[in-house]
C-alpha cells in the first residue's frame, strides 16, 4: 500500500522497476565509504535494499543529510532504481532525494547487522534492537505465518475460534502455580490454561480453539520455561484422544510444510531446514517407553514422569524427531484425564515430543460427574472449589478431548532456536520484567 512516507517496500525492489522512481522509507542498516562513493545499506520491515550515493552526481543537500545519517536512524530516499548485479538481489538505488526523519543519537548497545555477536542477557535486554536482526526478523516471520497455517487447518476441521477469561477465581489444573491478582478487593489468579472453560464451550460449540496467553509461577528457569507463554489449545466434543492426536499432527504437518514451501528466504537466513513430518507420526505407550529406558540403564519405574533425559533416549531409540508418547498412568496426569475403560490406572493421554522436548500435550476428558468429583478427591482436591465447572455436567456433557501446544516451544522446532525466551518477542521468566 503506498502511503506518504513510501510507495514500495524493499523486497519488491528489483530488477523489474530498472529506471523507476520509487520513494522508501526505513532504517540505516549499514554503511560504508570507499571515497568517491557510500553505500547505505536500507532495512524495512520487509527486507534490506542497497542505497549508492555517488558523491560527484548528488546535491550538497543529499551529501550532508547522507553525512549526518547514523546507524539505525529512520530516514527517507526517493531514488532511481539501477539495476547492478554486485548489489543485494542485484539492484540498487540511487538518491534523488534523502530526507532524515529521525536521527538515532546514542551508539548502538548492540550490532544489529548481526556482524558482532551478543549474549542472551545483552540481547534481551536490548530487545527492540534485537528484534531489528535478520535472524529474528525471521523468526518472527515464522511464527507469523505458523499462526496462520494453524488457524487454516483447523477452521478446515469445523473448529471456531474462541476468547476464555484470564482472569479467573480457581486453579485450572490444581497446583501452586499461580499468579494472584486482586479483583476488585478480593483475590483471583491469572488463567494457568483455558481448560476447563473449552470443555464446556465444547458442549456447545462441538469443536473450538483457541490461541492466547497463559501464566505458570512456576520456579523452573530453563531454556525451556516462560512465566508467560502462547498456548494453543483446542477441544472437541464426540473425539477421543486418538481423534484429536491426527489433528495435532495434520496442523504439525500443514505448519512444517507451508514454511518449508513459503518461508524459503527466512529459513536460508536461519540456515535451517526444519523436520520432515511423516504422517502419521510414530506413538509409543509410557509403558512401553518405561521398558526401553530401563533396558538402557535408565533409573525409571511405573508412575514416574517421562524428563528431558529419558526422552533424548527414546528419541535416539526410535530415530525420530518427532513422536507421541501416550497412555500414562491415570495419577500423573490432570485430573479432567479420562481413565481407560478396559484399565482405570492407565489413561487415554499423549504428549508431542520433538527430540526432548514435549511440544504438546492432550487426552480424552473425563464427561462423567460422578467420576470427575471422584477425580477430584482422590487428587485431594476441593470439589467446592470446581462448582462452577462441575455444575454444567447435570446438562449433557457429551464425550470430548483435546490438546495444547505451546507455540515458543513449536516455534523452537521450526527456526532451531535453542531456548524459547529466543522466540518470544519479550519474555517473561522469573529475571525479567522489563522491556
Same mark, same amino acid.
Given at each position: 500500500?503506498?502511503?506518504?512516507?513510501?510507495?514500495?517496500?524493499?523486497?519488491?525492489?528489483?530488477?523489474?522497476?530498472?529506471?523507476?522512481?520509487?520513494?522508501?522509507?526505513?532504517?540505516?542498516?549499514?554503511?560504508?565509504?570507499?571515497?568517491?562513493?557510500?553505500?547505505?545499506?536500507?532495512?524495512?520491515?520487509?527486507?534490506?535494499?542497497?542505497?549508492?550515493?555517488?558523491?560527484?552526481?548528488?546535491?550538497?543537500?543529499?551529501?550532508?543529510?547522507?553525512?549526518?545519517?547514523?546507524?539505525?536512524?529512520?530516514?527517507?530516499?526517493?531514488?532511481?532504481?539501477?539495476?547492478?548485479?554486485?548489489?543485494?538481489?542485484?539492484?540498487?538505488?540511487?538518491?534523488?532525494?534523502?530526507?532524515?526523519?529521525?536521527?538515532?543519537?546514542?551508539?548502538?548497545?548492540?550490532?544489529?547487522?548481526?556482524?558482532?555477536?551478543?549474549?542472551?542477557?545483552?540481547?534481551?535486554?536490548?530487545?527492540?534492537?534485537?528484534?531489528?536482526?535478520?535472524?529474528?526478523?525471521?523468526?518472527?516471520?515464522?511464527?507469523?505465518?505458523?499462526?496462520?497455517?494453524?488457524?487454516?487447518?483447523?477452521?478446515?476441521?469445523?473448529?471456531?475460534?474462541?476468547?476464555?477469561?484470564?482472569?479467573?477465581?480457581?486453579?485450572?489444573?490444581?497446583?501452586?502455580?499461580?499468579?494472584?491478582?486482586?479483583?476488585?478487593?478480593?483475590?483471583?489468579?491469572?488463567?494457568?490454561?483455558?481448560?476447563?472453560?473449552?470443555?464446556?464451550?465444547?458442549?456447545?460449540?462441538?469443536?473450538?480453539?483457541?490461541?492466547?496467553?497463559?501464566?505458570?509461577?512456576?520456579?523452573?528457569?530453563?531454556?525451556?520455561?516462560?512465566?508467560?507463554?502462547?498456548?494453543?489449545?483446542?477441544?472437541?466434543?464426540?473425539?477421543?484422544?486418538?481423534?484429536?492426536?491426527?489433528?495435532?499432527?495434520?496442523?504439525?504437518?500443514?505448519?512444517?510444510?507451508?514454511?518449508?514451501?513459503?518461508?524459503?528466504?527466512?529459513?536460508?537466513?536461519?540456515?535451517?531446514?526444519?523436520?520432515?513430518?511423516?504422517?502419521?507420526?510414530?506413538?509409543?505407550?509410557?509403558?512401553?517407553? =518405561?521398558?526401553? %529406558?530401563?533396558? &538402557? !540403564? /535408565? +533409573? #525409571?519405574?511405573?508412575?514416574?514422569?517421562?524428563?528431558?533425559?529419558?526422552?533424548?533416549?527414546?528419541?535416539?531409540?526410535?530415530?525420530?524427531?518427532?513422536?507421541?508418547?501416550?497412555?500414562?498412568?491415570?495419577?500423573?496426569?490432570?485430573?479432567?484425564?479420562?481413565?481407560?475403560?478396559?484399565?482405570?490406572?492407565?489413561?487415554?493421554?499423549?504428549?508431542?515430543?520433538?527430540?526432548?522436548?514435549?511440544?504438546?500435550?492432550?487426552?480424552?476428558?473425563?464427561?462423567?460427574?460422578?467420576?470427575? =468429583?471422584?477425580? %477430584?478427591?482422590? &487428587? !485431594? /482436591? +476441593? #470439589?467446592?472449589?470446581?462448582?462452577?465447572?462441575?455444575?454444567?455436567?447435570?446438562?449433557?456433557?457429551?464425550?470430548?478431548?483435546?490438546?495444547?501446544?505451546?507455540?515458543?516451544?513449536?516455534?523452537?522446532?521450526?527456526?532451531?532456536?535453542?531456548?524459547?525466551?529466543?522466540?518470544?518477542?519479550?519474555?517473561?521468566?522469573?529475571?525479567?520484567?522489563?522491556?
Amino acid at each position: 500500500m503506498e502511503t506518504k512516507f513510501k510507495n514500495v517496500r524493499c523486497k519488491d525492489i528489483t530488477p523489474s522497476l530498472k529506471g523507476k522512481i520509487i520513494t522508501i522509507s526505513g532504517w540505516v542498516h549499514q554503511i560504508r565509504d570507499l571515497g568517491g562513493k557510500k553505500f547505505i545499506v536500507l532495512r524495512d520491515g520487509s527486507g534490506i535494499v542497497q542505497v549508492t550515493v555517488s558523491k560527484n552526481e548528488v546535491s550538497r543537500e543529499i551529501l550532508d543529510a547522507v553525512e549526518s545519517a547514523t546507524l539505525e536512524s529512520v530516514v527517507q530516499i526517493r531514488g532511481v532504481v539501477k539495476e547492478d548485479p554486485r548489489a543485494p538481489r542485484g539492484v540498487e538505488v540511487a538518491p534523488i532525494e534523502f530526507k532524515i526523519i529521525n536521527l538515532a543519537r546514542k551508539p548502538l548497545p548492540l550490532d544489529v547487522s548481526g556482524k558482532v555477536s551478543a549474549d542472551t542477557d545483552t540481547r534481551l535486554r536490548e530487545r527492540v534492537l534485537d528484534l531489528r536482526r535478520a535472524e529474528m526478523m525471521s523468526v518472527v516471520r515464522i511464527g507469523d505465518k505458523a499462526l496462520k497455517v494453524i488457524r487454516e487447518a483447523l477452521r478446515a476441521e469445523g473448529f471456531i475460534e474462541v476468547f476464555t477469561p484470564k482472569i479467573i477465581a480457581t486453579a485450572t489444573e490444581g497446583g501452586a502455580s499461580l499468579f494472584p491478582v486482586i479483583y476488585f478487593g478480593r483475590e483471583a489468579f491469572l488463567a494457568q490454561s483455558p481448560q476447563l472453560y473449552k470443555e464446556l464451550l465444547a458442549a456447545s460449540f462441538e469443536r473450538v480453539f483457541e490461541i492466547a496467553p497463559a501464566w505458570r509461577a512456576e520456579e523452573s528457569d530453563t531454556p525451556y520455561h516462560l512465566a508467560e507463554f502462547i498456548s494453543v489449545d483446542i477441544e472437541a466434543a464426540f473425539m477421543d484422544y486418538e481423534d484429536v492426536m491426527k489433528i495435532l499432527e495434520k496442523v504439525v504437518y500443514e505448519v512444517v510444510r507451508t514454511i518449508r514451501d513459503e518461508n524459503i528466504d527466512d529459513l536460508r537466513t536461519l540456515n535451517y531446514d526444519p523436520p520432515e513430518v511423516p504422517l502419521p507420526l510414530p506413538r509409543i505407550r509410557y509403558v512401553e517407553a =518405561i521398558r526401553i %529406558l530401563q533396558e &538402557r !540403564g /535408565m +533409573n #525409571v519405574k511405573f508412575g514416574d514422569d517421562i524428563g528431558t533425559p529419558e526422552q533424548r533416549v527414546l528419541a535416539s531409540v526410535l530415530n525420530t524427531q518427532l513422536y507421541f508418547i501416550t497412555e500414562f498412568p491415570t495419577r500423573i496426569r490432570a485430573f479432567y484425564t479420562k481413565p481407560k475403560d478396559e484399565d482405570s490406572e492407565v489413561s487415554e493421554s499423549f504428549d508431542l515430543v520433538w527430540k526432548f522436548l514435549e511440544l504438546a500435550s492432550g487426552s480424552s476428558r473425563i464427561y462423567e460427574k460422578d467420576q470427575l =468429583i471422584e477425580a %477430584l478427591k482422590s &487428587r !485431594g /482436591m +476441593n #470439589v467446592e472449589n470446581f462448582q462452577f465447572f462441575i455444575k454444567w455436567f447435570d446438562y449433557g456433557i457429551p464425550p470430548h478431548a483435546g490438546w495444547g501446544l505451546g507455540f515458543a516451544r513449536f516455534l523452537m522446532m521450526l527456526t532451531n532456536r535453542g531456548s524459547v525466551k529466543e522466540v518470544t518477542l519479550f519474555p517473561r521468566d522469573k529475571k525479567r520484567l522489563t522491556p
